[in-house]
């Protein structure tokens, strides 16, 4: 039985109920235009209105709000709104909640430096992997993730390599809500061979995306054990196929599993499992 105390300090009685009675329905559409702006990437008033399907006036009244508390920021030459940098700071915080980012920035410079290619961390949050760092090639042509996107798991190194040390109810439920959604010809869209390729990324201890997110760029990715040897993040290496070609996927691979058993063992896990 949970002590009462101890609830007490963090939340009511009724803690356990999600019902419509525990949400503040304002707050949660605030919430929905703050989300949307973000995945906008900044619109104008109507922009934001029409994505939403919410008044003008309504909207106005959010943006206005989130603005006055630095969660919203308005460019008046072009009239147009952005996210503003009181919710980087708050989203920073969620960083600031593991030691696996900060941990993780010596190991993936590391990484850079042995490759030269840009090297990525991420989790999966909510059936999507949701990229934490990055540290960027000085390479013209690179790839860009930066700290807060979000990219399908079944399209993703990292996400192919988390989805791969998942047991298998859990890697159908995310496969099953992803729908494999194609994004170029090359997107394995086929649940059996799908998972094929999981088992083979599993066996050989690395994952790779091979344009099957975007056309001319490849990913090879391992996974991070914390310390119930459970595969809690994943470090990859991304660039362009014109330098990461099949000739060199094999030597590649190599330091990023190292890589990525570097990062295991810092904050405290098992090691990489057998295949």
């Not at 690179?142 to 859990?170: N, Y």
């Not at 994004?183 to 088992?199: H, K, R, W």
């Not at 094999?250 to 057998?274: C, F, H, N, S, Y």
Request: glycine content about 10%; charged content about 25%; aromatic content about 6%.
């Amino acid at each position: 039985m949970e002590d009462d105390s101890k609830r007490g300090r963090g939340r009511p009685k009724s803690w356990d109920d999600k019902g419509q009675q525990n949400t503040i329905k304002s707050l949660d559409r605030a919430l929905e235009v703050l989300i949307a702006l973000g995945d906008m990437g900044g619109g104008t008033l109507s922009e934001i209105a029409g994505q939403l399907n919410q008044s003008p006036a309504t909207i106005y009244r959010v943006l206005h709000t989130f603005q006055r508390r630095g969660f919203a920021d308005f460019d008046d030459d072009t009239q147009v709104w952005h996210i503003g940098p009181t919710a980087f700071l708050t989203g920073a915080h969620f960083l600031r909640r593991t030691s696996l980012v900060e941990r993780a920035r010596p190991v993936m410079r590391d990484l850079m430096e042995a490759t030269g290619e840009t090297a990525n961390l991420g989790i999966e949050r909510d059936g999507q992997v949701l990229f934490l760092g990055q540290v960027e090639t000085q390479a013209t042509i690179r790839a860009f993730f930066p700290p807060g996107t979000s990219s399908a798991m079944h399209a993703s190194g990292i996400g192919k390599a988390l989805l791969s040390r998942m047991d298998d109810a859990r890697q159908r439920q995310v496969l099953a809500a992803s729908k494999l959604e194609q994004f170029t010809p090359y997107t394995l869209t086929d649940p059996e061979a799908m998972i094929a390729d999981l088992n083979a990324a599993k066996e050989r201890g690395y994952a790779i995306d091979g344009e099957e997110k975007n056309i001319g760029m490849r990913c090879i990715a391992a996974p991070v054990f914390n310390v119930f040897g459970e595969a809690v993040a994943g470090i990859s290496v991304s660039g362009p196929t014109t330098r990461i070609t099949d000739a060199r996927i094999t030597a590649l691979a190599e330091p990023v599993m190292q890589a990525a058993d570097r990062l295991t063992r810092a904050i405290g896990g098992k090691g990489r499992p057998a295949g």
